[in-house]
């Protein structure tokens, strides 16, 4: 099995991995260095590092290399771990590299008006790839967006069309009415995509819903939906409303669920002393 393909299915699949190598080996080991096994984050692999309860070891790492999104270094001394020995025989010492491998994300922005003008501009300073569509040619085209990796502008049935979101993929609607917002977020719906974020009141958003609903959606299918989208920071106008969004997608990609002020993760009974008031502190 060639372990590249499978690498770059894996990435194309919008799928996180990690690459196992033996980079350091000494006395009797398994395998040889460069040896090479690719851990999908279903936790099944393709290749070996040799087999045996140390590749066992490296394969738990390796998932939580992918969960993380670190690469980590991985020694093993045979010698001193000798229940990682089991069917090896060997004895000697194994350091393995493993290596996060990250899918190319790509945010699919619905609405090429001001906060879609804005967040493209944050997506690509973060370094994720930005695809535009509007149903207006004024607002989705090279010269509005041109660091953007395609624009679509058209009816909505013709334009999605030609996309094809993965399960890293991130998508943005902010269109110019409730209509062009609820057909994007069907489109979505549709699609593997992992993050789906719909700019909006709380009315409006349940009366989307409702209406995809009556269309034949199960209201579970609303559970991966960020409506209305962003962090509450108290955003007004475009570009702080774009970086409400833009954090949102931050939290998702980062897998923090629970995203919160930094403040409220500080010890203050640790880090100021017990006997000192907080206004003396402060």
Same mark, same amino acid.
């Given at each position: 099995?060639?372990?590249?393909?499978?690498?770059?299915?894996?990435?194309? +699949?919008?799928?996180?991995?990690?690459?196992?190598?033996?980079?350091?080996?000494? $006395?009797?080991?398994?395998?040889? /260095?460069?040896?090479?096994?690719?851990?999908?984050?279903? &936790?099944?692999?393709?290749?070996?590092?040799?087999? &045996?309860? +140390?590749?066992?070891?490296?394969?738990?790492?390796?998932?939580?290399?992918?969960?993380?999104?670190?690469?980590? !270094?991985?020694?093993?001394?045979?010698?001193? =771990?000798? /229940?990682?020995?089991?069917?090896?025989?060997?004895?000697? =010492?194994?350091?393995?590299?493993?290596?996060?491998?990250?899918? %190319?994300?790509?945010?699919?922005?619905?609405? $090429?008006?001001?906060?879609?003008? !804005?967040?493209?501009?944050?997506?690509? /300073?973060?370094?994720?790839?930005?695809?535009?569509?509007?149903?207006?040619?004024?607002?989705? %085209?090279?010269?509005?967006?041109?660091?953007?990796?395609?624009?679509?502008?058209?009816?909505?049935?013709?334009?999605? +069309?030609?996309?094809?979101? =993965?399960?890293?993929?991130?998508?943005?609607? @902010?269109?110019?009415?409730?209509?062009?917002?609820? +057909?994007?977020?069907?489109?979505?719906?549709?699609?593997?995509?992992?993050?789906? &974020?719909?700019?909006?009141?709380?009315?409006?958003?349940? /009366?989307?819903?409702? %209406?995809?609903?009556?269309?034949?959606?199960?209201?579970?299918?609303?559970?991966?939906?960020? @409506?209305?989208?962003?962090?509450?920071?108290?955003?007004? &106008?475009?570009?702080?409303? @774009?970086?409400?969004?833009?954090?949102? !997608?931050?939290?998702?990609?980062?897998?923090?669920?629970?995203?919160?002020?930094?403040?409220?993760? !500080?010890?203050?009974?640790?880090?100021?002393?017990?006997?000192?008031?907080?206004?003396?502190?402060?």
């Amino acid at each position: 099995m060639d372990i590249y393909k499978e690498l770059v299915r894996e990435r194309d +699949a919008g799928r996180r991995a990690a690459l196992v190598s033996i980079v350091t080996q000494s $006395g009797s080991t398994p395998s040889a /260095t460069a040896a090479k096994m690719l851990v999908r984050a279903d &936790g099944s692999i393709a290749g070996t590092v040799g087999g &045996g309860a +140390a590749e066992g070891r490296a394969i738990m790492v390796a998932r939580e290399v992918i969960e993380t999104g670190l690469s980590q !270094m991985l020694a093993i001394d045979l010698h001193k =771990n000798p /229940t990682l020995d089991l069917g090896m025989i060997c004895g000697g =010492n194994l350091q393995f590299y493993i290596e996060a491998i990250m899918p %190319n994300r790509t945010v699919y922005i619905f609405g $090429g008006g001001h906060v879609g003008l !804005m967040t493209e501009a944050i997506c690509r /300073t973060l370094g994720l790839e930005t695809v535009v569509v509007d149903d207006r040619t004024e607002f989705a %085209n090279a010269e509005r967006f041109p660091a953007a990796a395609s624009t679509h502008a058209g009816p909505l049935s013709e334009t999605t +069309a030609r996309l094809a979101p =993965n399960a890293s993929s991130l998508v943005f609607i @902010a269109m110019r009415g409730h209509a062009l917002d609820q +057909a994007a977020l069907a489109w979505a719906l549709g699609t593997p995509a992992g993050y789906i &974020g719909m700019i909006g009141s709380k009315g409006k958003v349940l /009366t989307v819903y409702k %209406n995809l609903v009556a269309d034949g959606f199960a209201p579970e299918a609303f559970g991966r939906v960020h @409506a209305p989208v962003g962090l509450e920071i108290g955003a007004e &106008g475009p570009e702080e409303i @774009a970086v409400s969004v833009t954090a949102e !997608m931050i939290a998702h990609i980062r897998g923090s669920d629970k995203a919160r002020p930094l403040a409220r993760t !500080m010890d203050w009974c640790g880090a100021v002393d017990e006997a000192t008031p907080l206004a003396a502190a402060s």
